[in-house]
Structure formats: structure tokens, C-alpha cells
């Protein structure tokens, strides 16, 4: 490793772990080969029972700490450590089943160098499987398109209507905000905790995003959080994170019937992903609960609005399809193992 400059800023690079054993290698070598030198490398091990510590201990790099918490404190508890131990000027946390390109890292530093008043820089991602194999890509809604920076109006209003589009492991922040902010609310938030902070740092400073795919992003369909989202019978965290916001917001900006449209929009949709869970559970009475709920003129006026979209048109009509049948008492597991068989292809291009 050449010899490091003084002028340039120490990066805190973080790796909250928990059973990573067969990825952080990969993880953990994407960040050592990055282009910008001056950086700590933190791994923090949230109490794994696998061979994750024995893996990262192969690793030389006297730029890695390893740090190994008694209990597991949770995901977001484990994020908050990471900010806690962080001593650079920036901070990252990165997750450790991603893969970083070796430039992203000098990049986000320029970056924050060239802009001043900016609290944060997140970048696009490329989607990739178990197997690395890309996927897709991550994309910023068109809106947003024509300018770099961005405040919590534009964002907040974006997510409105486009859903997170935010890459959470991509994020490097000023450390100081981090720990101002700190701690991330896993409490009332839980997986979508990382929202809430992202409008918590936006509510600070503007925010820039690179729009070049500058990590591979994990989508491992036997990851937990794959099965939890596709089997939940509950509204996504996201929605306790944008109904608390606009809350605290209503007052203070301009929402755009169009956006609070979408968002009830997708919100209805979601009911209906719920439902088809508990269809698939065979509980066709909490689900007629769900359906029925979700079905109001406002989700049908909002969907053609968008006719660019009828994906959601269609997806409405379905679920008024399976309340129908369960009220005419037509409804049997069979429908459910076909249910089943259908259900990925049904709401993977809404919400996944």
C-alpha cells in the first residue's frame, strides 16, 4: 500500500456483520482494493455463530478493527455501533454481503470536497443475485434527474410517489451529523430505520446523489428479509416511516395531490400483498378484513390518474377479484396453492 496522503480525510468504512461467513470475504476485499487509501475499516460482528470472525481474522489489512458485540443488538442497534466507533471525517456503513467498485469511495470523498454544504452522498446500485450475477439496476426517479443535490423536499415528495428508491449501503455521511443523529430508531421504524434517518440527515443539509452504479447490491432470494417481505401479512415498515414524516411535515411543505394520490395508491396495493399472504395461510377471513379495507374510491381514483401505470389498475382489480370470491364463499386451498405459485410475479414488479 502506497503511503497514504495527509491532506486527505480518514474515511470510517463500516461492516456491521451477523453470519456473513460466505460473502464478507468478497465484501471486505472490494473495500481494501479502493482507490482511496486513508480509511479505518470497521467490523462490527453483532454476536454471529458462524465462521464470519474467522473468515475476516484471514485479512492482514492493519487498516481493519474487528470489534465482536457479547449480545446481538439488533440490526439497527448494530448501525448505531458502527457510528459510535467511527473516527474519520466521513462515515460509511456498508453492508456485508454487497460488492464495492474501487472507485466509489474516492468518489463520495471528491465529492463532498467539491460541494461543502452537503450532509451526505449516496449513489446508484446494480441488483445482484446469490450467485453475483446482475439482475438489474437501481435508477432515480425521472423528476430528479436534472440536478445532483438534493433537499428533504425534493426527496421526501419523490418517495411519495415513486416509493424508496434510496440505496441504504451506499450512504457515506458527514460523522458528525451521523452521531448528532444517532441513534437509528429500530424501535417505532425497525427494517425501514435507515428511511428515517436518511430524512432525519436530509432535514440537516441537502444530500448528493451520484447517479452512476457504483456497488452491487444483494437481492439473495434466501436471504431472511427476501422470504419475510414476500410472506408478511403486515404493511411495510416503509409506510410507518412516511406516514410519521408527513406528519411532521404536512405543515410545513407543499405535497402535490399527485404524490399523496400515488402513495395512497401503492399503499392500497400493499393491503393487497397482505392479503394474498394470509390467502396463501389459508386465513380467508383476516384477509376479507385486509380487502375490504383496502378497496375506497380515493385508490381507484388515484390509479386512473395514472394511466401511464396500469399495472396498478390491474393489480386492484385482482384483489377485488379475491374479495369477491371469498364473499360468494368460493374460496378453497386450492386457489391458494395457485395463489402461491403466483404471487411473486404479481407483486414483484410493484414493490421488489
Request: with cysteine.
Amino acid at each position: 500500500m502506497s503511503q497514504i496522503k495527509k491532506e486527505t480525510p480518514l474515511v470510517s468504512v463500516c461492516i456491521p456483520t451477523y453470519n456473513a461467513e460466505k460473502t464478507v470475504a468478497n465484501t471486505l476485499r472490494s473495500i481494501i482494493d479502493q482507490t482511496y487509501e486513508n480509511l479505518e475499516i470497521l467490523v462490527v460482528d453483532n454476536a454471529s455463530s458462524d465462521n464470519t470472525l474467522s473468515v475476516v481474522n484471514e485479512f492482514k489489512d492493519p487498516r481493519i478493527k474487528i470489534y465482536k458485540n457479547e449480545v446481538n443488538l439488533g440490526g439497527e442497534g448494530n448501525f448505531t455501533r458502527c457510528i459510535e466507533l467511527a473516527r474519520g471525517e466521513y462515515t460509511a456503513i456498508f453492508h456485508s454481503d454487497d460488492i464495492y467498485t474501487p472507485d466509489m469511495v474516492q468518489k463520495q470523498v471528491e465529492s463532498f470536497r467539491t460541494n461543502k454544504n452537503i450532509c451526505a452522498v449516496s449513489t446508484m446500485a446494480k441488483y445482484i443475485d446469490e450467485h453475483d450475477q446482475v439482475s438489474g439496476e437501481s435508477a432515480i426517479p425521472s423528476e430528479l434527474k436534472n440536478k445532483d443535490v438534493y433537499n428533504f423536499e425534493d426527496i421526501f415528495i419523490s418517495i411519495l410517489e415513486n416509493g424508496n428508491f434510496l440505496i441504504c449501503p451506499s450512504f457515506m455521511v458527514k460523522t458528525g451529523i451521523y452521531k448528532e443523529l444517532s441513534p437509528f430508531n429500530g424501535k417505532d421504524f425497525r427494517t425501514s430505520a435507515d428511511l428515517d434517518m436518511w430524512f432525519r440527515i436530509l432535514k440537516e443539509g441537502p444530500v448528493l446523489i451520484l447517479k452512476e452504479h457504483l456497488m452491487n447490491y444483494r437481492t439473495d432470494q434466501n436471504h431472511f428479509t427476501y422470504h419475510y417481505e414476500h410472506m408478511r401479512t403486515e404493511p411495510r415498515n416503509f409506510f410507518t416511516v412516511m406516514d410519521h414524516h408527513l406528519m411532521l411535515n404536512k405543515q410545513t411543505i407543499e405535497i402535490p395531490d399527485k404524490a399523496l394520490d400515488k402513495y395512497q395508491l401503492i399503499k392500497s396495493c400493499d393491503e393487497i400483498v397482505c392479503a394474498i399472504n394470509l390467502l396463501i395461510k389459508n386465513e380467508p377471513f383476516e384477509a376479507k378484513k385486509i380487502l375490504k379495507y383496502s378497496f375506497h374510491m380515493n385508490g381507484f381514483l388515484a390509479a386512473l390518474k395514472i394511466l401511464k401505470q396500469p399495472k396498478y389498475i390491474l393489480f386492484l382489480t385482482f384483489g377485488s377479484c379475491l374479495l369477491l370470491l371469498i364473499n360468494m364463499r368460493l374460496w378453497n386451498s386450492g386457489f391458494s396453492r395457485v395463489l402461491y405459485k403466483l404471487r411473486y410475479e404479481l407483486a414483484s414488479d410493484l414493490f421488489y
